[in-house]
């Protein structure tokens, strides 16, 4: 099989009824297509041309045409590499379905070529299950979406069982879930950890570095949090739940915290009302008997401790200096202080990890049992260290990986877990997907709010995003800065231009 290092789009009309203009098929559909083919082939190097060539341009040539018959769109696509190996598909759809047309025929022709199957079919993006909700919400039954899911997306009978199976229990948990419009949910930002995982982007910094002052940041956090609450109390907006992540919200002391979980008791409306309030205490190496009593101090209800894996070699691989030891240590201290809804998180694919090695950690889980458990697929993220250094670190194969998925799902169901939550990213392992498992009654609220975006998010601290989304539906998002020493200089600036965004989108005239 030829490999694919250059891939060519040629465009050209497929009937006299229809004088598709190339130029703006291949604007208009350029990122459709470098995304499917990007599921099949490991960094290719794209060319798209705009006219067959008679010089040899590329090892694997990607030509579709476009036709209108009627009032229906039909799409043909050929695939053929240097030694005459070849694969076609012809899809139709409604002819204001023509993009979705498109990338049928594509994702059918590439995987005829290639003998990979996509779970997620032509679905490229973070969240499936909100595609679920919004057919329910138009009345159609889960038969019926169980067929459409299949016919218009080509996703898997596995995975559409999978969705159904989500959305049934987000309901159960959160059978308001379509209205909860006049609540917000608050997530709250620490951009620091004792050390930076080679896989992560998130906006995390050493601690010890050199990148903003932690007490300088935790003045400015302060101030945003008592803004925030100043115009949520003068709104009349709820808090529904509450989420400190990062970072490593437990990196700093027992006293900072304290201080911190203080100032959004006191500002944050209707404290006695939140549904859940969540710290993300995932690196084992900062959690101490102060740090816990914090947390049973303010009532924070819900914590998360994350070996992302139980074997030392990996972590050490993946730049997490805690030992298999303080991730026990650590679960069996918050255990005897009280923790009773405790997260674990766990990654598919780490470098080094095999089926094996992944099911030793399963087993690990089991023997602890905390009431919920994500599995993550590992992402090779844009700006990671790992990505980088690609070279550095031996990672499982597309097959080995759905085998571990499997197992996860396996596991969980026999271990009495529900699916709860997912989302997917780019560049994930396989094109697989995060799934968040819980014993039945623990599923984390905030988790499901975010990913279903069915309500605003305030985003508080350092690399926060804000997600709004105002009467009509429409989502906006706002940003604060990624970097410590920034957010300290401009804070104030950010906190304003929030509070406008806020107005407008909101409070707004409809």
């Not at 082939?41 to 040539?61: I, Q, T, W």
């Not at 409604?94 to 003998?115: D, I």
């Not at 299950?129 to 218009?152: N, S, T, W």
């Not at 010890?208 to 007490?215: H, L, N, P, Y």
Request: aromatic residues 8%.
């Amino acid at each position: 099989m030829a490999d694919a290092r250059r891939a060519t789009d040629e465009c050209r009309t497929a009937d006299a009824s229809y004088a598709a203009d190339a130029h703006r098929t291949a604007d208009v559909y350029r990122a459709e297509i470098e995304l499917l083919v990007r599921l099949f082939f490991e960094d290719p190097e794209l060319v798209f041309a705009l006219e067959k060539s008679s010089e040899k341009l590329a090892d694997l040539s990607i030509t579709y045409a476009l036709g209108r018959r009627e009032s229906r769109a039909i799409v043909w696509v050929e695939i053929a590499d240097a030694e005459g190996n070849t694969a076609r598909h012809e899809a139709e759809r409604p002819v204001q379905e023509e993009k979705r047309a498109l990338q049928v025929a594509l994702l059918e022709a590439l995987s005829r070529y290639t003998g990979i199957r996509q779970p997620w079919g032509v679905l490229t993006g973070v969240r499936p299950v909100k595609l679920y909700h919004r057919y329910l919400e138009q009345g159609e039954p889960h038969e019926r979406i169980a067929g459409l899911l299949a016919d218009r997306f080509l996703i898997s009978p596995e995975k559409i069982r999978l969705m159904e199976q989500i959305t049934r229990r987000q309901l159960e948990v959160l059978p308001d879930l379509y209205a909860l419009g006049r609540e917000v949910s608050i997530y709250v930002g620490i951009p620091f950890c004792p050390t930076k995982c080679a896989y992560c982007t998130f906006p995390a910094y050493s601690i010890q570095g050199r990148d903003g002052s932690v007490e300088e940041f935790l003045r400015g956090l302060h101030e945003e949090i008592e803004r925030v609450g100043s115009w949520l109390h003068e709104r009349g907006l709820g808090v529904t739940t509450v989420y400190v992540g990062g970072g490593t919200p437990t990196s700093i002391s027992a006293e900072a915290l304290d201080q911190l979980l203080a100032q959004m008791a006191r500002h944050f409306p209707n404290r006695d009302g939140w549904r859940e309030w969540t710290v993300e205490a995932g690196r084992p190496d900062t959690i101490t008997p102060e740090k816990l009593d914090v947390l049973k101090k303010w009532r924070v209800n819900r914590i998360s401790i994350n070996p992302q894996s139980f074997t030392q070699e990996t972590l050490l691989a993946i730049g997490r200096h805690h030992t298999i030891e303080e991730t026990l240590e650590a679960y069996h201290l918050a255990r005897k202080m009280g923790m009773n809804n405790i997260n674990m998180d766990l990654i598919i694919g780490l470098p080094g990890e095999n089926l094996d090695v992944f099911r030793h950690s399963l087993e690990q889980v089991g023997r602890l049992r905390p009431e919920s458990l994500t599995v993550h697929t590992l992402s090779f993220k844009r700006a990671s260290t790992m990505t980088k250094n690609k070279s550095r670190y031996r990672v499982a194969e597309r097959d080995e990986v759905a085998e571990m998925v499997r197992l996860s799902q396996e596991w969980t169901q026999r271990e009495g877990y529900v699916p709860y939550y997912l989302y997917r990213q780019k560049n994930i392992l396989g094109n697989q997907e995060n799934v968040g498992y819980a014993l039945p009654g623990k599923e984390c609220l905030y988790n499901i709010l975010i990913m279903e975006e069915r309500q605003t998010i305030l985003g508080l601290g350092c690399g926060a995003v804000s997600k709004v989304i105002a009467p009509s539906g429409k989502i906006t998002r706002y940003a604060n800065p990624k970097e410590p020493g920034h957010y300290n200089r401009h804070y104030r600036e950010y906190i304003e231009g929030k509070l406008k965004h806020l107005d407008e989108q909101l409070f707004a005239p409809v």
